[in-house]
Each structure stands twice: as C-alpha cells, then as structure tokens.
C-alpha cells in the first residue's frame, strides 16, 4: 500500500513563494519517479516537474521552468516542488504522483497515465 500525502499549498501574492512537500510511504522502494502535476478549474491536469528515485534526473514544463524547482530527500522519503515567483495563473490543486514504470522517458513521464500513485492534492491560490 503506497500513500503520498500533500502539504505547503496556501493562499499567496503574486511573485510570492511557496514549497510543497509530499510524503510517501509504504512500497517506495518501487518508485521510478515522481512527480507534481496541477489542475485547475475546467482544465485537464498537467505535468510541472518531475524527478527519478535513484539519480535525481530532473525535468520540467516549460511553463515553469525557472521558476519552480523539485529536489527530493530520500531518507525521508520526500519530495519537494518550490516556488517562486508566482502568478494567478498558478492557482490550481497540485498533486504529488509516483510512477513504477522503470526507464520511462521524460515524454512519457509528463503523461498522467504514467502515474500510478497520486496523493489527494493541496491548493495553492495566487492573489494579483
């Protein structure tokens, strides 16, 4: 049984900062990859940044690139998503996701149904 629990959405101003953290527990050994994605209203969910278990390879989307950075801690079985310089636009549930699927490509790992794991979001809400 696998669990990823979201925290460190909240509201905040524009060009403000947040971090997101999402623990996980349970079959972690089995992570290939994780990562956060967002949803906002009326909008499909999509794919911000993403790093692998083992080597810490990186990637992100980008409408975030520069802005946002993921890192993760493995001995608490952690990752991170920090923001910066926000924008109302970035208003959305963020989601933490886990992914099983050994070797995926970057391309295939900003698609949802790389996912296996999700946890059950936190919202973050910019203020212009």
């Known amino acids: 049984q696998v669990q990823l629990v979201e925290s460190g959405g909240g509201l905040v101003q524009a060009g403000g900062s947040l971090r997101l953290s999402c623990v996980a527990s349970?079959?972690?050994?089995?992570?290939?990859?994780m990562a956060w994605f967002r949803q906002a209203p009326g909008k499909e969910r999509e794919f911000l940044a993403g790093?692998?278990?083992?080597?810490?390879?990186?990637d992100y989307a980008d409408s975030v690139k520069g802005r946002f950075t993921i890192s993760r801690d493995n001995a608490k079985n952690t990752v991170y998503l920090q923001m910066n310089s926000l924008k109302p636009e970035d208003t959305a549930l963020y989601y933490c996701?886990?992914?099983?699927?050994?070797?995926?490509?970057?391309?295939?790992?900003?698609?949802?149904?790389?996912?296996?794991?999700w946890g059950q979001g936190t919202q973050v809400t910019v203020s212009s």
């Open positions: 790093i692998t278990w083992r080597n810490a390879n990186t």
């Open positions: 996701a886990a992914s099983t699927k050994t070797g995926f490509s970057w391309s295939a790992l900003k698609l949802v149904s790389s996912y296996d794991y």
């Open positions: 349970g079959r972690t050994f089995s992570f290939y990859a």
